[in-house]
C-alpha cells in the first residue's frame, strides 16, 4: 500500500462507492479505507445458489445464537442465510442512553449488500417543509438543483418504477416495473377512485429489470425475480458497490481499497488549517498506521461518521473536527417504522403470482404535502403488497398425516395485503450521539453513546396511519383486519441521519452546500450524517446524488489547486 492518495474515502457503501466512482474517474489516486473484510462481487456470496434444505438449520438461527445477539436478528433480512453480512452484537459495542438498534455490516460495500433497495427520489416539499413550518433548519439545496444528479445516479445504478406524475414522489429514469399482481392491481384502482390525492403505485427499486449496455459492461444482468437478495446476488441485478461503483472505479486504474483497516481519527494541521489525512488500526496487526490526502470523504455510515468525527480532535478542535457550535452529533433523525397493517381478502382464489417479486407497492405520502392541515409534521410513506398465503385449512381438516394431507399443503390459501409506515420524524437537538467518557471498543476506541427517542410527533403520525390504513383496507374489501404498534426502538429502521448536518450558517450546521465541512473545506460527508432532516422517502438515493455532486466538485477544486 501506498500511504500517499489525492483521495481518502472512508467506507465503502452506498456513498462510499460513489465517492470512488467519482474522484477515480475525475483521475484522482483513491484509497477507499473499509473497517470491515474484503469481499468481492460474487466469489464471497456462500448462500446465493443454496435452497433452504442445504443451510444447516433451513434459514433459521438456532436459539443459542439469537440469544447472544438480540439486537442484530431482530434486523429484516437477518437469517442464516445474511448473516455472514452482518456484525455480531459483541463485536462492536456502543451505549444506549436509550433504547436505539444499530444495525451494522462490516465489509466491503458495507449495507450496500444488505440495504432495501429502495429509490424515490425526495420530493420539493420535503426539502422546504421543516424550515416553512418550523420543525427544522432551511436546506441549502432543493429539488431542482439535486433533479440533474439524481438522473445520473438513476441511470448507472439502473431503477425500475413507473412514471406517475405525483408531486410528492417524482418521476425518476427508470427501467420498466415488476407487474403488480391482479389484488395489487384491485388495490391501486379501488382507491384511487375513492381518494384522488391517494396512489398506489410501483415502487422505485435499484434492480435491473431491462439492462443497458453500460450495466452489462460492468458484469451485471438482469433480475431472476428469485428476492434473495440479501444474500449478495451474483447476477449483479440490484445496485451493490461491489458489483457497480468500485468495479466502475476499478477500471480508471486510479483505486487502491484497504480493507481491515478501523478509521481512528482524521488527521488536522492546525498550521495548514486542513486535515491532513487519517489514522487507522491495522486489524490483523493491532497496529496505527497512517494514510495521507489532499481529499478526505467520511462514508463510514451516519452514526460511525458521526464517531469517527467525534474523536478527531485537535488543539483547534477540542470537541470534534469542525464542532464549534456543538452541533456535530446533534439533531440526529431516522425513520418512523412503527404502524403495521394486514388483512385477508375473499376471492381471486383461481389466480396466482409468477417468481418471487422483490419489489413492493407504494402509496405516496398524501400528508401535509405543500401545507401543514394535520396535528402533526411531516408525512409517511406507505410501503405495501398483496400476497397468496399459505394453506391453513388442510392442517386443520385433516388427521396431519397422508397424502391428501401432503397434497393439501401443496395449495395455497387466501390472498392477504398488508400495508407499513415509513414516517417522517422531527431532528431535534436533544437526540444525540456523544462519545463515552469511560467505555471503549475493542480497539480502544471510545464507544458511541445513543440518547434517541421518540417524541409527541412521532406518536400522533402512528395513530393516523393506523386509522388511515384500516379505513384504506376497509374500501379495498379487506375483511379480519389487523393493526399493530409495534413500539420498535429507533435505529431499527436502519436509516439513521443527521449529527452533522448541511446547512447555510455555520453556527446551525457543519457542513455547506457541496457537503463540505465549514470549517475544514478539504472534508466531505455525503453518508446520512450529512442530512438536515428525515423526509419520509428513502433516503439511499439522495445520498449517492449528494455524493456523484460533492465528489465531482471536489475533483473540479483539487485540480484548480484550491484544496
Given at each position: ?323 464549534d457550535h456543538d452541533i456535530l452529533g446533534r439533531y440526529v433523525g431516522f425513520h418512523n417504522y412503527r404502524g403495521w397493517a394486514s388483512g385477508r381478502f375473499e376471492g381471486f382464489r383461481d389466480t396466482y403470482v409468477y417468481g418471487r417479486n422483490p419489489s413492493e407497492l407504494i402509496l405516496a405520502n398524501f400528508r401535509n404535502v405543500y401545507k ?56 431535534k437537538a436533544s437526540n444525540r450521539v456523544y462519545l463515552s467518557d469511560t467505555e471503549k471498543d475493542p480497539w480502544g476506541i471510545p464507544q458511541l453513546v445513543t440518547d434517541v427517542n421518540y417524541d409527541d410527533n412521532d406518536e400522533l403520525m402512528v395513530q393516523d396511519f393506523l386509522k388511515e390504513s384500516k379505513t384504506m383496507l376497509e374500501a379495498?374489501?379487506?375483511?379480519d383486519i389487523e393493526l399493530d404498534d409495534s413500539k420498535q426502538a429507533p435505529g431499527l429502521d436502519i436509516h439513521e441521519m443527521g449529527g452533522c448536518r448541511m446547512g447555510a450558517d455555520p453556527k446551525m450546521s457543519m457542513l455547506n452546500r457541496y457537503n463540505q465541512l465549514h470549517l475544514c473545506q478539504n472534508v466531505f460527508v455525503t453518508d ?36
Open positions: 500500500m501506498n500511504t500517499t492518495y489525492d483521495a481518502i474515502v472512508i467506507g465503502s457503501g452506498i456513498s462510499g462507492g460513489w465517492a470512488a466512482k467519482v474522484l477515480c474517474e475525475n483521475g484522482l489516486k483513491t484509497c477507499v479505507v473499509e473497517r470491515g473484510r474484503n469481499v468481492e462481487h460474487n466469489k464471497d456470496y456462500p448462500t446465493a445458489h443454496l435452497h433452504p434444505w442445504e443451510l444447516p438449520h433451513g434459514g433459521w438461527m438456532p436459539r443459542s445464537f439469537r440469544d447472544e445477539n438480540p439486537l442484530i436478528t431482530k434486523s429484516a433480512g437477518f437469517g442464516e442465510d445474511t448473516a455472514h453480512f452482518f456484525i455480531k452484537d459483541k463485536e462492536q459495542p456502543y451505549v444506549q442512553k436509550k433504547p436505539f438498534d444499530w444495525i451494522r455490516g462490516f465489509q466491503v460495500g458495507g449495507k450496500s449488500l444488505i440495504w432495501g433497495r429502495a429509490c424515490q427520489r425526495w420530493s420539493q416539499s420535503e426539502f422546504e417543509s421543516p424550515f416553512k413550518y418550523k420543525y427544522g433548519i432551511q436546506w441549502p439545496v432543493d429539488y431542482p438543483e439535486m433533479a440533474p444528479w439524481y438522473h445520473l445516479v438513476e441511470d448507472f445504478i439502473g431503477v425500475c418504477g413507473n412514471k406517475d406524475g405525483l408531486e410528492s414522489m417524482p418521476d425518476g429514469e427508470f427501467l420498466p416495473p415488476f407487474e403488480m399482481n391482479c389484488v395489487e392491481r384491485h388495490m391501486s384502482k379501488t382507491l384511487s377512485d375513492r381518494y384522488p390525492d391517494r396512489h398506489l403505485v410501483h415502487g422505485r427499486w435499484a434492480h435491473l429489470t431491462e439492462p443497458k449496455e453500460h450495466h452489462l459492461e460492468l458484469g451485471r444482468g438482469k433480475c431472476q425475480s428469485r428476492n434473495l437478495c440479501m444474500r449478495g446476488c451474483p447476477f449483479g441485478a440490484y445496485f451493490s458497490s461491489n458489483s457497480s461503483t468500485l468495479p466502475s472505479a476499478q477500471r480508471t486504474g486510479n483505486l487502491s481499497i484497504l480493507s481491515d483497516a478501523v478509521v481512528v481519527k482524521i488527521i488536522y494541521d492546525d498550521q495548514q488549517k486542513n486535515a491532513t489525512g487519517i489514522e487507522y488500526i491495522d486489524t490483523a496487526t493491532g497496529s496505527r498506521q497512517e494514510l495521507k490526502a489532499s481529499i478526505i470523504f467520511v462514508n463510514a455510515s451516519a452514526l460511525n461518521t458521526n464517531l469517527i468525527l467525534l474523536n478527531s480532535t485537535s488543539d483547534r478542535f477540542p470537541n470534534g473536527l469542525g464542532n401543514n392541515d394535520m396535528p402533526f409534521v411531516g408525512g409517511y410513506t406507505i410501503f405495501s403488497g398483496a400476497y397468496r398465503a399459505r394453506n391453513e385449512e388442510a392442517p386443520e381438516n385433516g388427521p396431519g398425516i397422508g397424502a391428501a394431507y401432503k397434497e393439501g399443503l401443496r395449495l395455497p390459501g387466501d390472498w392477504q395485503a398488508y400495508m407499513y409506515m415509513q414516517g417522517e420524524t422531527i431532528p379495498m374489501g379487506c375483511t446520512g450524517a450529512c442530512m438536515t432532516s428525515t423526509g419520509n422517502q428513502s433516503p439511499s438515493l439522495l445520498y449517492m446524488a449528494f455524493t456523484a455532486r460533492a465528489a465531482t466538485y471536489a475533483a473540479e477544486q483539487f485540480k484548480a489547486r484550491r484544496i
